[in-house]
């Protein structure tokens, strides 16, 4: 299996799944979440495209220094708190945050997997860095689920303060 073309189409089919989201959520705080990982899917697809020319700078200058996507989804947290919220409009969210979550697991597992066959040290190093970038699009998913299931309780606990200290690592 080509890793770089399956992996152009994952990355499509996240950025697809990530814009559907800020299309059906009524939302506006949940929305940018979305659009901030449609964002992010984008760029790892601007990679994997480098990747399969052969250009493997292009590569890891478009990767740069990480994903601003955690501060983005701290900062939403902090103004939904600000703002006393307690509950969420819509009834597709929390499925929409348990799909992201099994795909962004997915994603990790087979960039770390691709990453270990790798035998060229440039192409595992990006394939690391990414798989690093999926693992933090897990975590954020995982408190994005655990916040729309019940953000009043969310708010209080210890995972909440765990993201909120969290520097997107």
Wanted: charged letters at 35%; proline letters at 4%; aromatic letters at 8%.
């Amino acid at each position: 299996m080509d890793i770089i073309k399956f992996a152009i189409q994952m990355e499509l089919d996240g950025k697809a799944f990530y814009e559907k989201g800020a299309a059906t959520t009524d939302d506006p705080d949940l929305r940018k979440v979305f659009v901030a990982l449609a964002e992010e899917e984008e760029k790892h697809l601007r990679i994997f495209r480098s990747m399969e020319e052969g250009n493997l700078s292009k590569a890891a200058s478009t990767l740069g220094e990480g994903s601003p996507t955690p501060r983005v989804v701290r900062s939403i947290f902090r103004e939904m708190t600000d703002a006393g919220v307690e509950t969420l409009p819509g009834s597709n969210v929390r499925a929409l945050w348990e799909q992201a979550l099994a795909l962004e697991e997915k994603a990790e597992k087979m960039y770390r997997d691709a990453a270990k066959e790798e035998p060229d040290p440039k192409r595992r190093k990006l394939l690391e860095r990414i798989a690093d970038e999926e693992k933090n699009h897990v975590y954020l998913a995982d408190n994005m689920l655990a916040f729309v299931k019940d953000p009043s309780t969310f708010l209080d606990s210890a995972q909440y303060r765990s993201f909120m200290s969290w520097e997107g690592r």
